[in-house]
Protein backbone atom coordinates (compact mmCIF):
# COMPACT_ATOMS: atom_id res chain seq x y z
CA UNK A 1 0.00 0.00 0.00
CA UNK A 2 2.84 2.51 0.99
CA UNK A 3 4.53 2.09 -2.32
CA UNK A 4 1.15 2.92 -4.23
CA UNK A 5 0.59 5.75 -2.34
CA UNK A 6 4.08 7.06 -2.46
CA UNK A 7 3.78 6.47 -6.49
CA UNK A 8 0.29 8.70 -6.45
CA UNK A 9 1.83 11.33 -4.16
CA UNK A 10 4.99 11.27 -6.74
CA UNK A 11 2.56 11.77 -9.52
CA UNK A 12 0.02 14.57 -7.86
CA UNK A 13 3.67 16.52 -6.64
CA UNK A 14 4.53 16.83 -9.90
CA UNK A 15 1.23 18.17 -11.17
CA UNK A 16 0.75 20.45 -8.20
CA UNK A 17 4.65 21.68 -9.28
CA UNK A 18 4.02 22.40 -12.66
CA UNK A 19 0.64 24.20 -11.57
CA UNK A 20 2.20 26.19 -9.01
CA UNK A 21 4.79 27.41 -11.28
CA UNK A 22 2.85 28.37 -14.37
CA UNK A 23 2.54 32.07 -14.66
CA UNK A 24 1.45 32.36 -11.43
CA UNK A 25 1.54 36.34 -11.61
CA UNK A 26 -1.10 36.46 -14.10
CA UNK A 27 -3.49 33.57 -12.59
CA UNK A 28 -6.31 35.41 -10.90
CA UNK A 29 -6.70 35.33 -7.53
CA UNK A 30 -9.94 33.24 -6.17
CA UNK A 31 -12.00 34.83 -4.36
CA UNK A 32 -13.76 33.59 -0.99
CA UNK A 33 -17.42 31.84 -1.61
CA UNK A 34 -15.94 31.33 -5.74
CA UNK A 35 -16.35 28.17 -7.80
CA UNK A 36 -13.70 25.45 -6.66
CA UNK A 37 -11.48 24.61 -10.26
CA UNK A 38 -9.53 21.45 -10.73
CA UNK A 39 -6.50 22.92 -9.58
CA UNK A 40 -8.26 24.06 -6.43
CA UNK A 41 -9.01 20.14 -6.06
CA UNK A 42 -6.29 19.41 -6.73
CA UNK A 43 -4.52 20.92 -4.31
CA UNK A 44 -6.85 19.85 -1.60
CA UNK A 45 -6.31 16.26 -2.45
CA UNK A 46 -2.80 16.89 -2.28
CA UNK A 47 -3.27 18.37 0.83
CA UNK A 48 -5.15 15.31 2.12
CA UNK A 49 -2.44 13.18 1.33
CA UNK A 50 -0.16 14.45 3.18
CA UNK A 51 -1.62 15.35 6.21
CA UNK A 52 -3.45 11.47 6.55
CA UNK A 53 -2.85 9.92 9.88
CA UNK A 54 -0.19 7.59 9.39
CA UNK A 55 -2.11 5.04 11.77
CA UNK A 56 -5.34 5.28 9.90
CA UNK A 57 -3.96 5.74 6.60
CA UNK A 58 -6.67 6.31 3.69
CA UNK A 59 -7.30 3.28 1.48
CA UNK A 60 -5.91 3.32 -2.70
CA UNK A 61 -9.16 2.97 -3.60
CA UNK A 62 -10.56 6.00 -2.15
CA UNK A 63 -7.64 8.31 -3.40
CA UNK A 64 -7.88 6.12 -6.69
CA UNK A 65 -11.47 7.20 -7.08
CA UNK A 66 -10.78 10.82 -5.72
CA UNK A 67 -8.59 10.78 -8.79
CA UNK A 68 -11.55 9.47 -10.98
CA UNK A 69 -13.40 12.69 -9.86
CA UNK A 70 -10.77 14.84 -10.51
CA UNK A 71 -10.34 13.27 -14.17
CA UNK A 72 -14.40 13.97 -14.46
CA UNK A 73 -14.05 17.62 -13.66
CA UNK A 74 -11.57 18.31 -15.55
CA UNK A 75 -13.37 16.27 -18.74
CA UNK A 76 -16.72 18.27 -17.86
CA UNK A 77 -15.04 21.67 -17.73
CA UNK A 78 -13.10 21.12 -20.84
CA UNK A 79 -16.64 19.93 -22.36
CA UNK A 80 -18.03 22.92 -21.34
CA UNK A 81 -15.39 25.27 -22.67
CA UNK A 82 -16.22 23.71 -26.13
CA UNK A 83 -19.62 24.23 -25.60
CA UNK A 84 -19.28 27.89 -24.85
CA UNK A 85 -16.97 28.50 -27.58
CA UNK A 86 -19.22 26.46 -30.01
CA UNK A 87 -22.06 28.81 -28.80
CA UNK A 88 -20.13 31.84 -29.31
CA UNK A 89 -19.38 31.09 -33.08
CA UNK A 90 -22.88 30.87 -33.89
CA UNK A 91 -23.43 34.82 -32.50
CA UNK A 92 -21.75 35.74 -36.10
CA UNK A 93 -23.87 37.88 -38.17
CA UNK A 94 -26.80 38.15 -35.09
CA UNK A 95 -27.28 41.49 -33.25
CA UNK A 96 -26.43 41.42 -29.56
CA UNK A 97 -26.60 43.66 -26.69
CA UNK A 98 -24.00 44.37 -24.64
CA UNK A 99 -23.23 45.63 -21.39
CA UNK A 100 -19.28 46.99 -20.58
CA UNK A 101 -18.27 48.83 -17.30
CA UNK A 102 -16.09 51.79 -17.08
CA UNK A 103 -13.41 52.61 -14.34
CA UNK A 104 -15.62 54.62 -12.45
CA UNK A 105 -18.33 51.83 -12.05
CA UNK A 106 -20.90 52.82 -14.40
CA UNK A 107 -22.72 50.46 -17.14
CA UNK A 108 -23.05 51.59 -20.66
CA UNK A 109 -24.92 49.59 -23.59
CA UNK A 110 -23.60 48.51 -26.75
CA UNK A 111 -25.66 47.37 -29.53
CA UNK A 112 -24.59 45.93 -32.71
CA UNK A 113 -23.90 42.82 -35.30
CA UNK A 114 -21.55 40.90 -34.29
CA UNK A 115 -19.03 40.46 -37.18
CA UNK A 116 -16.67 37.52 -35.66
CA UNK A 117 -16.11 35.82 -32.99
CA UNK A 118 -12.06 35.27 -32.04
CA UNK A 119 -11.02 32.89 -29.01
CA UNK A 120 -8.25 34.22 -26.66
CA UNK A 121 -6.49 32.16 -24.17
CA UNK A 122 -9.55 29.70 -24.44
CA UNK A 123 -12.11 32.46 -23.88
CA UNK A 124 -14.40 33.60 -26.11
CA UNK A 125 -14.59 37.23 -27.97
CA UNK A 126 -16.77 38.74 -29.91
CA UNK A 127 -16.56 42.15 -32.53
CA UNK A 128 -19.33 44.53 -32.08
CA UNK A 129 -19.05 48.05 -34.07
CA UNK A 130 -14.94 47.18 -34.32
CA UNK A 131 -14.57 46.29 -30.71
CA UNK A 132 -13.76 43.45 -28.79
CA UNK A 133 -15.99 42.07 -25.93
CA UNK A 134 -16.13 38.72 -23.75
CA UNK A 135 -19.01 36.69 -24.07
CA UNK A 136 -19.51 37.29 -20.78
CA UNK A 137 -20.69 40.76 -21.20
CA UNK A 138 -23.53 39.50 -23.37
CA UNK A 139 -26.82 40.54 -22.34
CA UNK A 140 -29.57 39.84 -25.25
CA UNK A 141 -29.03 38.57 -28.37
CA UNK A 142 -31.57 38.83 -31.27
CA UNK A 143 -32.05 38.46 -34.84
CA UNK A 144 -30.74 40.59 -37.26
CA UNK A 145 -33.74 41.36 -39.43
CA UNK A 146 -36.02 41.46 -36.10
CA UNK A 147 -33.27 44.15 -34.77
CA UNK A 148 -33.78 46.50 -37.72
CA UNK A 149 -37.13 46.08 -38.33
CA UNK A 150 -37.56 49.53 -36.80
CA UNK A 151 -35.31 51.04 -39.99
CA UNK A 152 -36.87 49.38 -42.75
CA UNK A 153 -39.79 51.42 -45.06
CA UNK A 154 -43.44 51.19 -43.64
CA UNK A 155 -46.74 51.97 -44.68
CA UNK A 156 -49.67 52.73 -42.27
CA UNK A 157 -52.57 51.04 -42.31
CA UNK A 158 -55.21 52.66 -44.66
CA UNK A 159 -58.39 52.12 -45.94
CA UNK A 160 -59.30 54.48 -48.36
CA UNK A 161 -62.34 55.10 -51.20
CA UNK A 162 -62.10 56.02 -54.40
CA UNK A 163 -65.02 57.47 -55.97
CA UNK A 164 -65.01 57.47 -59.97
CA UNK A 165 -67.16 60.40 -60.33
CA UNK A 166 -65.35 62.72 -57.75
CA UNK A 167 -61.58 61.78 -59.08
CA UNK A 168 -59.24 62.63 -55.74
CA UNK A 169 -56.28 60.85 -55.69
CA UNK A 170 -55.43 58.00 -52.57
CA UNK A 171 -53.08 59.25 -50.18
CA UNK A 172 -50.74 56.64 -48.51
CA UNK A 173 -48.89 57.47 -45.65
CA UNK A 174 -45.65 55.68 -46.06
CA UNK A 175 -41.77 55.55 -44.54
CA UNK A 176 -39.09 54.94 -46.74
CA UNK A 177 -36.76 54.09 -43.72
CA UNK A 178 -33.73 54.72 -41.60
CA UNK A 179 -30.09 55.30 -42.75
CA UNK A 180 -28.39 53.08 -44.95
CA UNK A 181 -31.78 50.54 -44.27
CA UNK A 182 -33.73 53.04 -46.69
CA UNK A 183 -35.44 52.69 -50.17
CA UNK A 184 -35.02 55.35 -52.46
CA UNK A 185 -38.20 54.50 -54.17
CA UNK A 186 -41.47 52.10 -54.28
CA UNK A 187 -43.45 50.20 -57.09
CA UNK A 188 -47.09 50.06 -56.23
CA UNK A 189 -49.44 46.80 -57.62
CA UNK A 190 -53.07 47.14 -57.52
CA UNK A 191 -54.68 43.92 -59.24
CA UNK A 192 -51.83 42.46 -60.19
CA UNK A 193 -50.66 44.91 -62.23
CA UNK A 194 -47.89 47.91 -61.44
CA UNK A 195 -48.81 51.21 -61.40
CA UNK A 196 -46.92 53.52 -63.81
CA UNK A 197 -44.79 56.05 -62.07
CA UNK A 198 -46.81 58.24 -63.90
CA UNK A 199 -49.67 58.26 -61.46
CA UNK A 200 -47.18 58.10 -58.36
CA UNK A 201 -46.45 61.19 -56.37
CA UNK A 202 -44.23 61.04 -53.08
CA UNK A 203 -44.01 64.19 -50.84
CA UNK A 204 -43.23 64.34 -47.11
CA UNK A 205 -43.98 61.03 -46.52
CA UNK A 206 -46.96 60.68 -48.39
CA UNK A 207 -47.35 58.84 -51.42
CA UNK A 208 -50.34 60.02 -53.79
CA UNK A 209 -51.84 57.75 -56.14
CA UNK A 210 -53.76 59.63 -59.45
CA UNK A 211 -56.73 58.81 -60.66
CA UNK A 212 -55.44 57.71 -63.75
CA UNK A 213 -54.42 54.36 -62.24
CA UNK A 214 -57.29 53.98 -60.33
CA UNK A 215 -60.33 54.36 -63.03
CA UNK A 216 -60.02 51.58 -65.38
CA UNK A 217 -61.09 49.10 -61.96
CA UNK A 218 -64.42 47.72 -61.63
CA UNK A 219 -66.41 48.96 -58.62
CA UNK A 220 -64.77 46.76 -55.71
CA UNK A 221 -62.14 46.60 -52.83
CA UNK A 222 -58.62 46.15 -54.09
CA UNK A 223 -55.61 45.04 -51.93
CA UNK A 224 -52.34 47.48 -52.74
CA UNK A 225 -49.15 45.62 -52.89
CA UNK A 226 -45.84 48.45 -52.02
CA UNK A 227 -42.45 47.05 -52.88
CA UNK A 228 -39.36 48.93 -51.67
CA UNK A 229 -35.75 49.02 -53.41
CA UNK A 230 -34.24 48.81 -49.62
CA UNK A 231 -31.51 46.85 -49.30
CA UNK A 232 -34.27 44.05 -47.98
CA UNK A 233 -36.18 44.79 -50.74
CA UNK A 234 -39.28 45.46 -48.52
CA UNK A 235 -42.73 44.32 -49.06
CA UNK A 236 -46.10 45.92 -47.43
CA UNK A 237 -48.94 43.99 -49.13
CA UNK A 238 -51.58 44.13 -45.92
CA UNK A 239 -51.68 47.19 -45.09
CA UNK A 240 -53.57 49.20 -47.53
CA UNK A 241 -56.75 48.75 -49.30
CA UNK A 242 -58.82 50.96 -51.96
CA UNK A 243 -62.28 50.58 -52.42
CA UNK A 244 -63.37 51.84 -55.47
CA UNK A 245 -67.07 53.15 -56.26
CA UNK A 246 -68.71 55.06 -58.65
CA UNK A 247 -71.84 57.03 -56.73
CA UNK A 248 -72.53 59.36 -59.75
CA UNK A 249 -72.51 62.26 -57.18
CA UNK A 250 -69.20 63.79 -57.54
CA UNK A 251 -68.33 66.70 -59.29
CA UNK A 252 -65.53 65.08 -61.52
CA UNK A 253 -63.03 68.24 -60.48
CA UNK A 254 -60.23 66.03 -59.40
CA UNK A 255 -57.27 65.92 -61.68
CA UNK A 256 -58.23 63.25 -64.05
CA UNK A 257 -54.99 62.77 -65.60
CA UNK A 258 -51.54 61.82 -64.29
CA UNK A 259 -49.85 62.75 -61.09
CA UNK A 260 -46.18 64.86 -61.77
CA UNK A 261 -44.25 62.41 -61.45
CA UNK A 262 -41.61 64.43 -60.10
CA UNK A 263 -41.65 61.92 -56.70
CA UNK A 264 -39.35 59.71 -55.77
CA UNK A 265 -41.56 56.41 -56.73
CA UNK A 266 -40.83 54.13 -59.29
CA UNK A 267 -41.76 50.56 -60.68
Known amino acids: MATALDGILTKLDELTFSTDRTN ?3 QPSRT ?7 DEFLQLLVCQMKNQDPLEPEKDTDFIAQLAQFSALEQMQNLNETMMNSQAFSL ?6 VNTTASDGKVSEVKGVVDYVTIKNGDSYMSVNGELYSIDKLVEVRDSFYAIQEFLPTAKKTEAVYDKSDKKPVVVEIDLGKGSYAANSVAVVINGEYVKSDYLKYEDGKLSIWPGALDGLDPGEYQVGLYFDDPYSTSVIDKVTIKVTDTGTGDGAGSEGEGSGEGDSSQ
Do not use: A, H, N, Q
Open 32 to 38: PGGDLGK
Open 92 to 97: VGKYVL
Open 24 to 26: TSE
